[in-house]
């Protein structure tokens, strides 16, 4: 006799549980599967899309300059209205003498995070006579540019310093509401007298 018995305890009968799924349950394994196979082509598919929808685009700065226009001027011959008629105006010119003419152009591409990054430049430089004759013709590309590099100490400032909650508080009581009426009341104002502790009237 067991003890379960002896006492009067009875168990209920324990069924055997199968581990296999049944077939509509891998059904629905493989429909889940499915979908999310499917979900996740479509994200990847809009992230690559927006990788090239968001591409920057290039962005030309300076003086649109082309070898084809440039190469007729002639050294020698050609003079600056030759230059100004191919050209247009030059970019700059030289800081201590007014016959050297700098044309300057560039393609830049946006960097997320940072400033543009230039991808393209030229720089065609013409030097002119006194008289107003081409000399030259030197033309300089992005290889040829020095990088010069930041200083990261700061340059002092003269005045006493301070902080922004000293800032915000050192305005405190300079409003003067009266200051902009002038104008509307015209001189009678003067005649008041000055109101507030801001900019005289």
């Known amino acids: 006799m067991d003890n379960h018995e002896r006492f009067g305890v009875s168990l209920p009968v324990q069924k055997s549980i199968s581990l296999t799924p049944s077939s509509d349950m891998r059904h629905r394994l493989r429909q889940n599967l499915w ?18 929808v968001f591409k920057s685009a290039p962005i030309p700065g300076g003086s649109l300059i082309e070898p084809d226009d440039y190469n007729q001027l002639i050294p020698g011959s050609s003079t600056r209205s030759d230059a100004l008629d191919l050209l247009g105006s030059p970019s700059s010119k030289g800081a201590f003498d007014d016959n050297t003419w700098i044309y300057i152009s560039n393609v830049s591409h946006l960097t997320p995070m940072n400033f543009p ?5 030229q720089v065609v430089v013409l030097k002119f006579t006194p008289t107003g004759t081409l000399k030259s013709i030197r033309t300089l590309s992005l290889k040829d540019s020095i990088h010069v590099a930041m200083d ?15 800032q915000i508080l050192g305005n405190v009581g ?6 902009n009426l002038s104008g509307l009341m015209g001189t009678g104002m003067n005649q008041l007298g000055h109101f507030g502790s801001g900019n005289a009237l």
């Not at 196979?37 to 990788?51: E, I, K, R, Y």
Request: charged share 10%; proline share 7%; aromatic share 10%.
């Open 35 to 52: 979908r999310q196979s499917v979900f996740g082509v479509v994200v990847l598919a809009f992230f690559l899309s927006a990788c090239s």
């Open 117 to 121: 990054r230039t991808t393209k430049q």
């Open 152 to 166: 990261s100490h700061i340059t002092p400032t003269p005045g006493s310093k301070i902080n922004v909650l000293q």
């Open 174 to 179: 300079r409003y003067n509401p009266m200051q």
